[in-house]
């Protein structure tokens, strides 16, 4: 028969087109020896008869079946993945028909790589699974109407491959690693700097509270303890300056080891107001002694010791004195020495023991005192200089200790002990120290000061000495004594007579009262008993009575502040 048959012969098989040369032309199938063919059943509408293992509706593009021998395979220009055969028919507009592709045997395909098929694309479609071969026959109709006309095949025309038939691979592109770790990194270090600006944001918002809650804490405590100027309740520190205070009293008495002598201070510790006072005790102060004679501060020191100074100081000032600390010059050298020297405004010269040698103590404001230089300046009295002077000295070597002492009473006491000294009965070194550490703290705030307490040439003590010592600074009023303790009385001699004072002072401390000497004064023709309240007014009487002088010198009116009744005597006292 002649290869290029009439086209209209139901026996015609037209030649199969297995891919495209490198000029886009077609290859077709190679013909084959003649196979017998099977009988195939006659179509009415002219289309191709049907093979016998092909499915429903004709495709173009199957594969018909081929021998087993192994044809070779046509190059692919293309390098296109070997597709896979068999879809089923499409209508006149490209849509499918619905039924299934022929089962193609793949293995007699040309121009298609078989290893291939085992490595499947990350974007190709799956393969449509082969259609069962139809039992009745090529020539069974199914009934389902008419196939629809194939597009005609025309040769060396490219025809128009579907999508469907391609498989796309996505090849990895080799920078696309170093993008991704890129905007991994940049998204890491956005995170950690938002991060780190949001904990920044919370330290500083922190920081603001803690801030503002230490100055409302600082200002709540300054206004509580009225040291805010302008803030402070008026009606408050009136009443405490001139309304019952608490006062802890102790009388130090400092030693001189080398030159001797003494030098006596009372350290006050208002509880009330919260101030600190030395008041120094010139040695020339007149007190009585137990028996009641009349004596000075410093001769009652020496022979009265420690318990009996202080209470003739206590019947004298009308204060309570809690205890009495004495303090040799040693062991106030190494007081300072331990507080780590002091700073002291110097108002003269000290020279030092060594002849032709700089003055040991220089003169100025601020200067650093150690412990020798400190018990130089405090024990100095200049020659011709008055006590007072010396005294003086003495008050700011003890403020500036009571500066470098802690203010907590531990600590306080540690340094007490540890100066080894042997201490009074009265005052143990847990008083001690606790006593120091209130009065540094005062000293430290500035809520101190040095007075001096002034007394007549004869040693007695001055209205002003009373009235602003006394009374403000040693308790205001002198405090009612016990039930059982002697009546404190005040005697001023106005005689003229120098005899009048002793001859009062036998009288009183034999019928039972405390004498206190208040000196001398211009002489009067009358003399006077003056009491305090009424309450007091029984005792003026039996005074008066003691004394000899008549009931109508008794009188209400304000005693010395340092007695319970006051006595003036005059011309009209009988001195025996």
């Known amino acids: 028969m002649n290869d290029r ?29 003649a196979q017998q ?41 293309y390098g296109q993945q070997p597709q896979q055969q068999g879809y089923g028919g499409y209508d006149n507009y490209g849509y499918e028909t619905g039924r299934q592709p022929a089962a193609v045997d793949t293995t007699q395909q040309w121009n298609v790589p078989q290893q291939a098929a085992a490595q499947p694309s990350s974007l190709s479609a799956p393969a449509a699974a082969p259609a069962p071969p139809d039992p009745a026959g090529p020539g069974h109709d199914t009934g389902a109407g008419p196939e629809p006309e194939p597009e005609p095949v025309v040769p060396g025309q490219r025809r128009a491959d579907r999508t469907e038939q391609f498989s796309f691979i996505e090849e990895p592109d080799e920078d696309s690693e170093d993008v991704i770790d890129w905007l991994k990194f ?48 008026p009606d408050k520190d009136t009443a405490a300056s001139t309304g019952p205070q608490k006062r802890d009293v102790i009388v130090v008495h400092l030693h001189n080891t080398k030159k001797g002598g003494t030098s006596t201070a009372l350290l006050v510790d208002n509880v009330t107001t919260k101030q600190g006072t030395t008041v120094l005790l010139p040695n020339s102060l ?36 809690t205890g009495t600390w004495r303090l040799d010059t040693p062991y106030l050298e ?40 400190a018990v130089a300046y405090a024990t100095y009295r200049g020659e011709g200089e008055d006590e007072a002077k010396q005294l003086t000295r003495f008050g700011a070597v003890m403020r ?64 002003e000495a009373t009235e602003n010592v006394v009374k403000d600074i040693l308790g205001g009023t002198v405090k009612a004594p016990a039930a059982d303790a002697p009546v404190r009385v005040g005697v ?49 009487a039996q005074v008066a009575a003691t004394l000899g002088i008549p009931d109508d010198a008794v009188k209400q009116g304000k005693p010395a502040a340092n007695a319970d009744v006051s006595v003036l005597l005059g011309q009209n006292y009988e001195i025996k």
């Open 400 to 463: 500036g200790v009571l500066r470098k002492v802690s203010d907590d009473p531990k600590s306080a006491t540690v340094t007490v002990q540890t100066l080894g000294q042997i201490l009074d009965p009265s005052l143990p070194e847990k008083d001690l120290g606790a006593s120091l550490a209130k009065l540094a703290q005062h000293a430290k705030l500035g809520d101190y000061k040095t007075t001096l307490l002034p007394v007549q040439a004869d040693g007695s003590l001055t209205d």
């Open 286 to 321: 007149a007190v009585a002694d137990e028996d009641g004679v009349a004596t000075t501060l410093g001769k009652s020191v020496d022979a009265d010791g420690t318990t009996g100074t202080r209470e003739s100081l206590g019947n004298l000032l009308g204060t309570d004195i």
């Open 37 to 77: 063919q099977q009988p195939q059943a006659y179509d009415p509408y002219g289309q191709q008869p049907q093979q016998a293992d092909q499915g429903y509706g004709y495709d173009p593009y199957a594969q018909q079946p081929q021998p087993a021998q192994q044809q070779p395979q046509a190059y692919d220009p």
């Open 492 to 540: 001023k001699n106005a005689t003229g007579n120098e005899e009048g004072l002793g001859s009062a002072r036998v009288k009183l401390i034999n019928g039972g009262y405390t004498f206190i000497g208040g000196g001398t004064s211009a002489a009067v023709s009358l003399s006077e008993v003056v009491y305090r309240t009424a309450a007091d007014k029984e005792k003026a």
């Open 334 to 373: 190494t007081l300072v020495d331990l507080v780590g020297n002091i700073e002291v405004d110097t108002d003269t010269d000290v020279p030092d023991a060594k002849k032709g040698a700089s003055p040991l103590v220089k003169k100025g404001e601020a200067q650093t005192l150690s412990g020798q230089m």
């Open 5 to 33: 048959q009439n086209p209209y012969d139901p026996y015609y098989q037209q030649p199969q087109i297995v891919g495209y040369d490198e000029y886009g032309q077609p290859v077709y199938q190679q013909p084959q020896a």
């Open 186 to 233: 940049t998204e890491s270090r956005s995170e950690r700097r938002e991060e780190a600006r949001r904990r920044g944001r919370n330290r500083m918002v922190a920081l603001v509270v803690v801030v503002a809650l230490v100055v409302v804490g600082g200002i709540g405590y300054l206004w509580s303890a009225g040291m805010i100027p302008g803030l402070s309740d």
